[in-house]
Every structure is written in C-alpha cells, then in structure tokens.
C-alpha cells in the first residue's frame, strides 16, 4: 500500500434546527476570520445550516474559506416528497456537502443504514460531499457493543464508492451529543482507530485518506484534546457552531 499524508482536517458545524436570517450574521463573522490564514489555514471549515439559509449563505460565503453544506437529503432527485430536499437542490443552492444518517434523524425518522446509504449515494449523484455519521447509544456502550455498532453502521451506511474525495465519516456517539459529555481520549482513540481499520479494510488506501471527524459536544475548551487523538480528523459540532466566537475556538485546535 502506497503511504498516505494525513488527511487535511475539517471542521464542520451542524447549526440542526436553528437559526433564523439573522444568525447569518454569525456565519458572516465567520467568513471574515478565515481571511486571515493564521486563523483557518490548517483545516476546512464548513457551516451546515437549515435547508432555508443554504442559498443564503451559500452566496455570502461565496470566494471565501466557508462551506457550506446540507443537514439531510432524499435519496431520490426529484418526485412527490413533500417537504424533502434532494441533493441536487442542495447542490443548486450552492452547497458542496450534505449531512446523512445523522443520529438525530435516523431516532425521529426512523433512518436505518440502508436508507443513509441510498441518501450518501445520492449526494455523489449531485456532487457533494456526504459526511455520515455513525455512534452508539449509551446503553450500547454500557452493554460493550460500541464498536460492533459503529462498525455495523459503518458497513451498512457507506456505498462502495465512497472515496476519500466524497466521503467524511462522523463519530458521534449519541449520549455526548448535546449533553456536555464526552468519552475519554482512550475511548475516542479505540473507535477512531476501529473505524480508520474498517475504512482501510474496505476501501484500502481510499480508507486510509478518509476524514474521521469526531462529534460530541466539542466545544473550545476540549477542542484541542480531542483533535490531537490518533485518526480524529476534524470535527462535526452541534451547539457551539451557533456562535462565531465559539466555532472560531475549536477551529484554533488546527492554528
Ligand atoms: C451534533 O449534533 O452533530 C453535535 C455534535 O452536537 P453537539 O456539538 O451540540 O453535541
């Protein structure tokens, strides 16, 4: 296997069911930091705010450091689904990434593997990135079963052609997420090292290249930590993507 430089990490923010107009002004602040090399230049930013700011903020983001991508799309590019945005729409809007199989979304819509990896699919029909998340429940970790679960989602949830280029992988481990809890670096580095091991096993040097982004109430004081394990390579955060200042503090573990 040829040697792989390590990936260039991403910092994603999932701003979920929040933010109205004038949280733009966040996404804004933002934009204007990352000018500055010193601030971002080590790692990609990306804003994941609701469907009805991605072409809002897709346009003032436009020329600058700032991504932006989708939370959720259908697996099918067009039809009668109401109230379902294809990737392709995403894509039109401006985004270059799409959140599937979100922990959230697979609890409140039922969304099994088989369903992320229609929807991860469908993000490379209309070129986007798919950034798919995997985790286990508290009562998963309790009972010993996490990395029989992420690795089980992990399998069912990635297409074959996922490639390094198209695909970020998402460590959210549901009981961290929103709670202000997180595992211990051990913990972060055993999943993180089962997944990069799947990847590998899989896809060969396309795993070794994929991103693992950690997810989990990151926030800036614990940010630096938990980017420095083995095979973290970025993050994906809820909460405190919703302030400039905050998310500028986790993008400063990459300075
Ligand atoms: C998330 O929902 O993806 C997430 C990581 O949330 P939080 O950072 O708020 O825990």
Redesign the pocket.
Known sequence: MTKISAPRPLVAG?W?MNGLASLLAEADKLKQRLADPAVGGKCEVMLCPPATLVGAMAKAAAGSALMVGGQDCHAKASGAHTGDIAAEMLRDAGASAVIVG?S?RRADHGEIDAIVRAKAEAAYRAGLMAIV?VGETADERKAGKTLAVVTGQLAGSLPDAATDANTVV?Y?PVW????GLTPTVADVAEVHAAVRAALVKRYGDRGQGMRVLY????KPSNARELMSVENVNGA??????LKAEDFLGIIGAYA
């Open positions: 999932n979920k979100h959230e998340c998402a959210e961290a997420i929103g709670t997810g989990g109430s990151v994906l955060v809820g909460g405190a993507s």
